[in-house]
């Protein structure tokens, strides 16, 4: 350490020396900021940060036994499309658009007219899709309210939602997506949002927003779904 301050103070002594220990001395400035800023980070989430997987505790069996009061409300931009309805094992009675769907498990009909599958964005209200995605968004935050409520937070990026919706594999460099839990104060899941701005830009879909809000209710007091 002596020997250094030797030479520092011996390269002083010259006008070379001294231009040296200048630009040194910037150098090793501007190499400390560079490290504070790599490691600081810069205030995003970029792929790395957030699929990383995640494993989570609360109850969805009621959602999972299949007998449930629902509504799902999609929000696209400035529409919104809403589907209130009951279903029961793999059969539902739903409302769309004023009009009446039944659902068989396998196909749909209006007044006994077979008709296309009427859910927009369908793979995100199926729940073993739902399921998967959960198994690999990254935990991010928990609120917990007097009410009993609890809402959990997860980041989920269109890279994950690709891989598992179309086995594709794509390299998307974003704001990600995100999934909001809510569940009662018995820990069950009776709601699940999914807030898809970045999916939704990449799709070309929308313009600036995509929201799909799952509400459940009336767990295991479905009787039956008869086709009216």
């Known amino acids: 350490m002596k020997q250094v301050i030797g030479l520092i103070r011996e390269m002083y002594k010259t006008p ?13 400035i501007f190499l400390i900021l560079i490290i ?41 931009d400035n529409t919104k499309y809403v589907y209130v309805g009951d279903r029961y094992d793999d059969k539902e009675l739903f409302t769309f658009n004023n009009k009446e769907y ?15 599958n009427p859910y927009l964005y369908s793979k995100f209200i199926d729940f073993n899709n739902t399921k998967s995605l959960l198994e690999m968004a ?7 309210y007097e009410s009993g409520v609890t809402k959990y937070n997860f980041l989920l990026s269109s890279n994950t939602i690709n891989s598992i919706f179309d086995n594709k594999e794509t390299d998307i ?30 799709e070309k879909d929308c313009n600036n927003k995509l ?6 209710s009336k767990f295991g007091e479905i009787k039956e779904i008869v086709n009216n």
């Open 211 to 216: 929201e799909i809000s799952l509400n459940y």
């Open 36 to 76: 504070i800023f790599k490691f600081s980070g810069d205030g995003q989430y970029h792929e790395k940060d957030y699929e990383l997987g995640n494993s989570y505790s609360f109850n969805t069996s009621y959602v999972e036994n299949n007998n449930y009061h629902f509504e799902y409300i999609i929000t696209k």
């Open 102 to 116: 039944y659902f068989d498990g396998n196909k749909y009909y209006v007044d006994d007219k077979e008709v296309v």
């Open 16 to 28: 070379r020396g001294k231009g040296i220990l200048f630009f040194g001395f910037y150098f090793l």
């Open 138 to 144: 990254t935990y991010d935050s928990k609120t917990s």
């Open 173 to 202: 460099d974003e704001e990600p997506n995100s999934i909001t839990i809510s569940t009662s104060n018995n820990s069950v899941m009776d709601e699940i949002t999914y807030h898809l701005d970045s999916y939704c830009d990449y």
